[in-house]
């Protein structure tokens, strides 16, 4: 990911990089950085390195349990204290269901909490893994309406409820969490499908709650940083009078609804 507005196009990254990925070329008369998206970046993170400008971040990196382990214990003290733990997160983290199984097999040992984010998008084998060693699961359901959600998505939802309802049935620990993005998923009957769903399945489990989660801008950063267009172009945020209304709307509700504000 490269940040322009560090930069100060002093040229030291393109002479360390392998691969030819960042080059130099003039814009306006001046010299500038600019990174080639057409090349295949191998992660030698040498670019990284020698930005004194920090305007270069190589994103993820190779880590073994053991290595996550020893970061995770140096707040081993505050988790137990606070009740708190370790949550995996993505993208999709069940992409890499095995390492996680790993992870908080090592985690449980020293009594720990954990939760996953998921989207609920991978196979059902996942999550039945995933069960025995986590304490909670943060569902996403973005469209409760299967034809919609292949719409915005390029897939139906059926996957995903079996696998929300597999994880109730198995008596899983789950909050559904729903983003609302104005024009996309917040008309008045999608968010009711969404929680009549819900309200339903939970006479069949333990569904702690549901978290709105209101749409906010906080990526729109990295797509500047990827050099990729915000697919979004008009502000789909809410104002503060729409998500009292929202709150009032959802309190009606006999079930604990809870909207997140940023």
């Known amino acids: 990911m490269f940040s322009q507005d560090k930069c100060v196009n002093c040229g ?3 002479s360390v990089c392998p691969a030819g990925i960042h080059y130099r070329a003039e814009e306006n008369g001046a010299m500038k950085h600019f990174v080639d998206r057409n090349k295949d970046c191998i992660g030698c993170r040498k670019c990284e390195e020698i930005c004194t400008q920090n305007a270069l971040d190589i994103m993820g990196k190779d880590v073994t349990v053991s290595e996550l382990m020893e970061i995770i214990m140096q707040d081993y003290d ?3 204290a606070s009740g708190g733990g370790v949550t995996i997160g993505g993208g999709e983290m069940s992409l890499q269901t095995d ?4 992870l908080f097999s090592e985690c449980k ?16 084998a996942n999550y039945q893994k995933l069960a025995p060693v986590t304490d909670t699961f943060l569902f996403d359901i973005k469209q409760i309406n299967s034809a919609h959600h292949k719409a915005l998505f390029g897939i139906g939802n059926e996957g995903i409820r079996r696998n929300l309802e597999w994880l109730v049935d198995s008596g899983a620990n789950v909050i559904v969490r729903m983003p609302l993005v104005r024009g996309y998923n917040d008309s008045w009957e999608a968010i009711t499908g969404a929680i009549d769903y819900v309200q339903n399945l939970a006479k069949r489990g333990n569904i ?5 989660l209101p749409y906010h801008q906080l990526g729109r950063k990295k797509y500047e940083r990827l050099d ?3 697919p979004i172009t008009q502000d789909p ?3 503060p009078e729409e998500l009292d209304q929202l709150e009032t709307f959802f ?12």
Do not use: W
Request: hydrophobic residues 45%.
């Open 78 to 80: 505050f988790y137990i």
């Open 99 to 102: 390492f996680a199984v790993a």
């Open 208 to 212: 702690r709650r549901i978290d709105m």
């Open 251 to 262: 309190a009606q509700f006999d079930f604990d609804i809870r909207l997140v504000r940023h």
């Open 12 to 14: 030291d990254c393109v």
């Open 109 to 124: 040992k020293m009594m720990l909490n954990t939760a996953v984010e998921t989207q609920g998008t991978t196979s059902l």
């Open 228 to 230: 990729m267009p915000y």
């Open 237 to 239: 945020s809410y104002s």
